[in-house]
Structures are given as C-alpha cells and as structure tokens.
C-alpha cells in the first residue's frame, strides 16, 4: 500500500501548469510551419519591391520557423512561463481547493483520493493520459482537468513508482 499526503504550495502548481502548457497540439506545429513557409515569399517580395512592411509582415512569420529549433523553442517557453507567472499565482491564490490537504493512496490495486472535501475512488479507465516531468505528475481525467501529484513530496518514490507502474499498466505510456 502506498500513500501520499500532500497540500499543494505556489512552485508546485506554476511546476505542473508549465509541465501542462509545454504540450502543443500536433495541428498547432503544422500552423506555425506553413506561417513560417508562407512568410519567406512575403519577406523576399517585400524586400524587393521596397516594402518595409510586407517586409516585416513576412520576417515576423518567418519567424515562427524557428520556434521548431530545440533551444529557441525553450526559450520562448521560458519568456512565456514568466509573463504567464503573475496569472497563475493570481489562479493558485483565488481558488480555495487548492490549499487544501489532499491525501492519494493505492490499495487493493485502485487509486483513493482524499480532501477536506470528499473521498472517492478513482478506476484507472478515467485516466484518460499523463504527464510527467522531474517536478510532478500528471493525471488528466479531461484535456484540461487533471491532478497534480508532486514529486518533491516523495523523495524516496515510495509512492511515485508504483503509481507510474500502475498508470503505465492501465493507462499507456505517459505523454510526450
């Protein structure tokens, strides 16, 4: 049996919400690439014929390419994460759930959770993926909705590994 008692904290919300908004939608990489392609002609043509602001219409677009380059794609990730930072604090800070002491517990091969709130059992068939990183898991029940499990809270991974076990058993691989 293998349990975790845990209150969320402010780092380890904007963690996880990083971790959630590091994931783009396949259709969104094919969008920022043709913008990418069609802003070279816009940029070349603009150039051309003398046009600064065609010019800069096709750079700014062409731009977008290079959002597909490893390190400047993080960095851009970065640059968001800080303008998006004050929402998030804003989110943590208004939402009275979210300070409030959650206990996860997996007996009996089902997964328990615990709040001020209620309890209840979670089957795994209403996991529909998830998400890990070196901060925290994952466990999304809907696109949006999902349950942070920590990870500093469990330095030893008594309850990390067989909860990624578990999700990797009933659920598949996590999300990439």
């Known amino acids: 049996m293998a349990e975790l008692t845990y209150t969320l904290t ?41 046009n600064y602001i065609l010019a800069t219409a096709g750079f700014v677009y062409s731009c977008l390419l290079l959002l597909h380059i490893k390190p400047i794609a993080e960095l851009a990730l970065h640059g968001s994460q800080y303008l998006l930072r004050p929402r998030l604090l804003r989110v943590f800070r208004n939402s009275p759930s979210l300070h409030q002491q959650s206990h996860v517990e997996m007996r009996d091969g089902l997964m328990h959770l615990q709040s001020e709130n209620g309890s209840g059992v979670l089957p795994w068939k209403h996991i529909i993926r998830w998400a890990e990183d070196k901060d925290s898991v994952l466990l999304y029940l809907q696109p949006q909705l999902f349950i942070i499990v920590p990870k500093e809270i469990d330095p030893q991974s008594a309850f990390i590994m067989p909860l990624r076990e578990q999700l990797q058993a009933h659920v598949g691989p996590a999300r990439k």
């Open 10 to 50: 402010e780092k380890q919300f904007c963690d996880a919400q990083r971790l959630h908004f590091s994931f783009k939608p396949r259709w969104l990489n094919w969008i920022f690439t043709l913008c990418g392609i069609l802003g070279l002609p816009l940029l070349g043509v603009g150039l051309y014929a003398h």
